[in-house]
T-cell receptor
């Protein structure tokens, strides 16, 4: 019954590696997001997709590439991982632009540690 | 640009104490306002929301009123419990050229002691 799920929950990897995080929502929402939360709990939007179309692309290194194969999935691929990429990454979804006040539903997070 | 400012934590209270976490915002349009809560090791979840001025959002004993005149959305609870220990985020959702964007405050950590 999980509404927004992410895999893996923990990811430990070496600098320079490439890794992916997967996200799926079963809420029938049109819009999905990726956020990065740093060690001080500050939450920053990275990307947003509406119906598989990229609508928000914040100032994020181009080593980060989102992919939305359909509107229920939004994956995040990261190339050439750096120490500063260590954080918790949250996927979220919402009904659609402006619907429901844009209430967002979050996944449980993926804790990425780059060694 | 739009922004959200909330009081710095941590906030430490004894059980049954009164809680206020201040939140103010700046926005160019007419945003919706939210409080989200994050329990340890979990994602954020919506606590309450208000979509227009003077609306009061409430849930689980928490409440907040959308005050347009003071651009505030302060979170209150009359009697906190140990289980309320978490990080609380104030947020706004506003329209921009690409659609709608949500801006989160920096979060306020609450510790409640038994």
């Amino acid at each position: 019954d999980t509404a927004v799920s992410q895999t893996p929950k923990y990811l430990v990897t070496q600098m320079g590696n490439d890794k992916s995080i997967k996200c799926e929502q079963n809420l029938g929402h049109d819009t999905m997001y990726w956020y990065k939360q740093d060690s001080k709990k500050f939450l920053k939007i990275m990307f947003s997709y509406n119906n598989k179309e990229l609508i928000i692309n914040e100032t994020v290194p181009n080593r980060f590439s989102p992919k939305s194969p359909d509107k229920a999935h939004l994956n995040l691929h990261i190339n050439s991982l750096e120490l500063g990429d260590s954080a918790v990454y949250f996927c979220a979804s919402s009904q659609g632009p402006g619907q429901g006040g844009n209430e967002q539903f979050f996944g449980p997070g993926t804790r990425l540690t780059v060694l | 640009g739009d922004s959200v400012t909330q009081m710095e934590g941590p906030v430490t209270l004894s059980e049954e104490a009164f809680l206020t976490i201040n939140c103010t915002y700046t926005a160019t349009g007419y945003p919706s306002l939210f409080w989200y809560v994050q329990y340890p090791g979990e994602g954020l979840q919506l606590l309450l929301k208000a979509t227009k001025a003077d609306d009061k959002g409430s849930n689980k004993g928490f409440e907040a009123t959308y005050r347009k005149e003071t651009t505030s959305f302060h979170l209150e609870k009359g009697s906190v419990q140990v289980s309320d220990s978490a990080v609380y985020f104030c947020a706004l959702s506003d329209q921009w050229t690409g659609g709608f964007k949500t801006i989160f405050g920096a979060g306020t950590r609450l510790f409640v002691k038994a």
